[in-house]
């Protein structure tokens, strides 16, 4: 009894610790101010450096594009995240 709770116990600290590595979103390019303009910027030009949007919404009827990425590992946790308000 006393090794199958032990088994059953590294399993999971197995299983806990793999997914934590796991990252959540996709990896994007950080932006810089440089490269959107408001009015000028487009949707598409968006798309071709920063790719798709992990989601997509609306806010007061304007479609909503953030972009996320976070990703854990054992130096610590990064993330970034963007969002945009196509007009």
Do not use: H
């Not at 990252?23 to 390019?29: A, I, Q, V, Y």
């Not at 071709?48 to 997509?56: A, C, D, L």
């Amino acid at each position: 009894m006393t090794r199958a709770w032990l088994f059953r116990a590294l399993a999971v600290a197995l299983i806990a610790s793999a997914c934590a590595a796991l990252p959540l979103g996709r990896e994007f390019p950080s932006p810089d101010a440089a490269q959107i303009k408001v009015n000028v910027t487009d949707k598409a030009g968006l798309l071709s450096v920063f790719g798709e949007p992990y989601q997509v919404g609306l806010d007061s009827g304007d479609q909503t594009g953030p972009w996320f990425y976070a990703r854990t590992s054992t130096s610590g946790t990064m993330t970034k995240d963007f969002t945009v308000r196509f007009r």
